[in-house]
């Protein structure tokens, strides 16, 4: 989803600065009647200018409806990455209630993706049109086409994650699309539903109807869905425990090959005190062929018990990549970082991994020392801060987190990363200010002279926001 809004509000942002700066005089002076015939002309020029100033006179503009419909199937290219076809979805979206009803009939009849795909764009792009919008999308309801079914979904539950409470009806059709005959939809469904419900206890009972849903990445994401409810959701404890005998696998980005059994693991570790009940089902497991699953194992047993040496051990032992693949060594040194201080006896082993050749299993280090122990691995993650790894700098970013924004030099640290040449370092540089709130106001004058400096830097809109939000706070 998070990619479908990047590219939608790249349109937004190209419509409204064309339509600031390129809608000639003598176009705006123009009424409705002539720019909508001006829509079809052969000029590229004069269309685009049409089409900008419909868009700038919002819902005034309503009778260009029809029209602006039928210009969503004009792929002329404007820019590079704007064609007539998105500048019409943007007209529409500015249009706004007067558009929602015949986008959504568009939708459901017409045979082209691309143009259904055209008409998703400006229902995507209407704020404040919220529940209009969510009963068009659930009167198109789940649609043939694969790919339009998925935005369709994805688009209910952002809109429905917006709204205070989320709206009924969109959780009324994300639990009917659990049970919908194609496993993509189920999955999505579910992660849906997962995310947007106010109250997810309240669906305990559908989420244990896909512990037993016959794709492997449906029972997956409601295992992490449980997990992440943690031990509300002990009534599912005994179909968790089930699952530590489904040893079907499954691919993870960047990373092993996990196990069903291994998830489960991970989802009554979560459950903390309400899964105690299942170590006996879970020790055993410390002993298993698959390594991935010993791990998976030995965090729960950790969590779980007080009589945890030997899930340690476990971890410890599958550090050493030397004896063990990467893989195994990356999942380890991931579940002490879940386990954190409960591991202290680990931290050596953790240490060793921050200079180790592999950049993931450096940044997994970086995140697990700093949850063992915060100041002893305080002075080791200051000097990786210019690692030439973007990955690894991000990890120490990420753990900056954990100390004040009254230390002077994780303070740094953080503000160095707000011009770092990877986005992604800049992006949780903001995040960690953000999360410092007033204590990060000596980062005021250092936005200040960046904007100076940079004012069409790619995160000068971020830094400005950042700005407001700090100057705000320290009224």
Known sequence: MGILLVVVLSVSSIAKDCCAEEVPDDVQQQDLSRLIGTLRSRDIQKATAAVLEIARRGKDAEAAVPWLLESLADERKVHTRTSISDLAAYALAQIGTPSIAPLGKLIAEVDDGKLRDHALDALSQMEGHGQPVINALLKVGYHPDEDTRWRIVQMVAHIADDMEPPSPAAIDFLIKGMHHEQSGTRFQATQALLQIAPDPVLFLDEFLQRLHDSDVSVRVITLRGLGKIGPAADKCVPEVVRLLDDRTTFT????????????????????????????????????????????????????????????????????????????????????LARVGPLAARAMPEVKR????????????????????????????????????????????????????????????????????????????????????????APAIPVLKRLLEENPMHANAKDWRELLRELEGANE
């Not at 298993?288 to 899930?311: G, H, I, K, P, T």
């Not at 691995?377 to 753990?399: H, N, Q, T, W, Y």
């Not at 040449?421 to 949780?428: A, S, T």
């Open 353 to 440: 991994a921050l200079s180790h050749e592999d950049a993931l299993i450096q940044g997994y280090a970086v995140e697990a020392a700093s949850n063992i122990d915060p100041a002893e691995a305080r002075p080791v993650l200051l000097g990786m801060a210019e690692d030439s790894d973007s990955s690894v700098r991000c990890s120490v970013i990420k753990a900056m987190g954990k100390y004040s924004a009254e230390d002077p030099e994780a303070f740094q640290v953080v503000v160095d990363g707000l011009t770092d040449e990877d986005f992604v370092v800049r992006f949780y540089s903001l995040a960690c200010l953000k999360g410092w709130g007033q204590q990060a």
């Open 252 to 335: 993870q980005r960047f990373g092993p090959i996990g196990t069903v059994a291994g998830e489960a693991c991970q989802t009554l570790a979560e459950m903390g005190d309400a899964a105690n009940g299942a170590l006996p089902q879970v020790r055993p497991l410390l002993h298993d062929d698959d390594a991935y699953l010993r791990c998976d194992a030995a965090l729960a047993v950790v969590v779980l018990s007080e009589d945890r040496e030997e899930a340690i051990n476990v971890l410890i032992l599958s550090t050493d990549s030397t004896m063990y693949s990467l893989g195994i060594a990356r999942h380890a040194i991931q579940a």
